[in-house]
T-cell receptor, first 116, second 113 residues
Framework: SAVISQKPSRDICQRGTSLTIQCQVDSQVTMMFWYRQQPGQSLTLIATANQGSEATYESGFVIDKFPISRPNLTFSTLTVSNLSPEDSSIYLC?????????????FGDGTRLSIL | KQEVTQIPAALSVPEGENLVLNCSFTDSAIYNLQWFRQDPGKGLTSLLLIQSSQREQTSGRLNASLDKSSGRSTLYIAASQPGDSATYLCAASFSGGYNKLIFGAGTRLAVHP
C-alpha cells in the first residue's frame, strides 16, 4: 500500500495563529481525505481534497476555518486557521489508491495539535 | 442518521484467548465496512475491508464478518497476543457516500501475559 507521510507530527501553537499540515504520498492516488480526531473521540471526516479544485466539506466544517489544497495527485495540505483550544486534536489524512471505490482507505500517522 | 456503534468500549483478556469485537450500524444500505487498528500515538492501520456483497474476510488470526440484515459486523481475533493490544475501530461507508467513512468510537483492547 501507499506510504503516507504527514508533517509536522506534532505541534503546539498559540491561540489565533494558523497551522498548515502537509500530507505526501509516495505514489499517485485517486482520492485524499482529511479527518479530525478530538481527544477521547473517534474520527470525523472534515473534507475530501479534490485535485485542482475546491475541497468538498462535510457538514460543520467550512473553508474559512479549514482551507485545503491539493495541487497534484500525491500532495495535499490542510490549514487550521484562527486556532482556539477547541482545535486541539489529531488531524489525519487518508488516501484511496485506485479508482475502484471498494478499496480500503489508508491513513497517515497524524498530526497532534495542541493549542496554548 | 447513519451511525456506527462499537461494544464493548474496553476489553481486557489474558494472552491466548479468542475474542470478538462488535460493531453495529444503523443503515442497511452499507457499501463496505473496514476494520482498523490504532496504536497509542499512531495513525490507523487498515486490517480488513468487507464489501457489502461479502459475508466475511480473513487475514491471519483475524476474521471479520458482515451481516447487513442485522446491521452488525464482528472482528474475531484468534489466540490473542500482547502485541494485539490497541484500539480497534470499525468504519462504514454507505450508498451515496462511498468514500465517506463513518467511524465507531472504538474498542480498547488489552491483552495481558
Amino acid at each position: 500500500s501507499a506510504v503516507i507521510s504527514q508533517k509536522p507530527s506534532r505541534d503546539i501553537c498559540q491561540r489565533g495563529t494558523s497551522l498548515t499540515i502537509q500530507c505526501q504520498v509516495d505514489s499517485q492516488v485517486t482520492m485524499m481525505f482529511w479527518y479530525r480526531q478530538q481527544p477521547g473521540q473517534s474520527l470525523t471526516l472534515i473534507a475530501t481534497a479534490n485535485q485542482g479544485s475546491e475541497a468538498t466539506y462535510e457538514s460543520g466544517f467550512v473553508i474559512d476555518k479549514f482551507p485545503i489544497s491539493r495541487p497534484n495527485l500525491t500532495f495535499s495540505t490542510l490549514t487550521v486557521s484562527n486556532l482556539s483550544p477547541e482545535d486541539s486534536s489529531i488531524y489525519l489524512c487518508s488516501v484511496v489508491t485506485t479508482g475502484n471505490s471498494n478499496q480500503p482507505q489508508h491513513f497517515g500517522d497524524g498530526t497532534r495539535l495542541s493549542i496554548l | 442518521k447513519q451511525e456506527v456503534t462499537q461494544i464493548p468500549a474496553a476489553l481486557s483478556v489474558p494472552e491466548g484467548e479468542n475474542l470478538v469485537l462488535n460493531c453495529s450500524f444503523t443503515d442497511s444500505a452499507i457499501y463496505n465496512l473496514q476494520w482498523f487498528r490504532q496504536d497509542p500515538g499512531k495513525g490507523l492501520t487498515s486490517l480488513l475491508l468487507i464489501q457489502s456483497s461479502q459475508r466475511e474476510q480473513t487475514s491471519g488470526r483475524l476474521n471479520a464478518s458482515l451481516d447487513k440484515s442485522s446491521g452488525r459486523s464482528t472482528l474475531y481475533i484468534a489466540a490473542s497476543q500482547p502485541g494485539d493490544s490497541a484500539t480497534y475501530l470499525c468504519a462504514a461507508s454507505f450508498s451515496g457516500g462511498y468514500n465517506k467513512l463513518i467511524f465507531g468510537a472504538g474498542t480498547r483492547l488489552a491483552v495481558h501475559p
